[in-house]
């Protein structure tokens, strides 16, 4: 699979920009919500498209 990674890198250029941007406003979003329990949840969907952001950035570079 880290091949799949390394040969296509527009791929995966492309969804670690749609996964930071999306979980960027997603935090944002969440923290405008400060003391609900929604804003919470929707902070934590962001934290995960953050991570999900890292680990396809990470993937092509695995051991």
Same mark, same amino acid.
Not at 18 to 44: D, P, Q, R, S
């Given at each position: !699979? @880290?091949? *799949?990674?390394?040969?296509? /890198?527009?791929? $995966? /250029?492309?969804?670690?920009?749609?996964? *930071?941007?999306?979980? !960027? /406003?997603?935090?944002?979003?969440?923290?405008?919500?400060?003391?609900?329990?929604?804003? %919470? %949840?929707? !902070? %934590?969907?962001?934290?995960?498209?953050?991570?999900?952001?890292?680990?396809?950035?990470? $993937?092509?570079? @695995?051991?």
């Amino acid at each position: !699979m @880290q091949k *799949f990674w390394k040969e296509h /890198v527009a791929l $995966r /250029v492309t969804l670690i920009a749609l996964a *930071f941007i999306l979980g !960027m /406003v997603l935090v944002i979003a969440g923290w405008k919500l400060t003391g609900e329990l929604k804003g %919470l %949840l929707i !902070m %934590l969907a962001g934290l995960v498209l953050l991570l999900a952001a890292l680990y396809i950035y990470n $993937r092509p570079y @695995q051991d």
